[in-house]
């Protein structure tokens, strides 16, 4: 499996350095960019990269990489940027100083096709859904 990490200072890939994978790692969001057009099987995008426009990036990186599944990796980052992130395409989120801990789960489950998501953010999926279809 080939995984893109796009972190500036190299604490993803130190966390994910127990996954049987091949990473590549770019600090660079053009040169990650551009190699997403490799379609890696997993993204993982550290929010710092981008902040508030993170969103925006994410749909340029699926735009790129079709078949990729997208995590977004932070520290400290509010429920209503992580929601913006789901939103726009990411298949979970991660806090930065938990990473190395779930690190091999996450990745197995997104892999699976599952979302990596809290409860409480799962609600709020949901009630967000049920305000665009009505029953």
Known sequence: ?????IDTGGQIAAALGTIEAKLVCFSDEIQALNAAEQQPEL????YAIRDE???DYIRLLLAASLRSNLLVVG????EDDVFRCLLSG???FQDLQRLAQYSEKLVRVVMQGE????R???TRLLDAIQQLKPV
């Open 90 to 92: 990411a298949k979970g």
């Open 120 to 122: 409480k953010m799962v």
């Open 43 to 46: 993204i993982v995008l550290n």
């Open 115 to 118: 979302a990596w998501v809290t």
């Open 75 to 78: 520290d400290k980052v509010h």
């Open 1 to 5: 499996m080939k995984i893109l990490v």
């Open 53 to 55: 426009q993170t969103p």
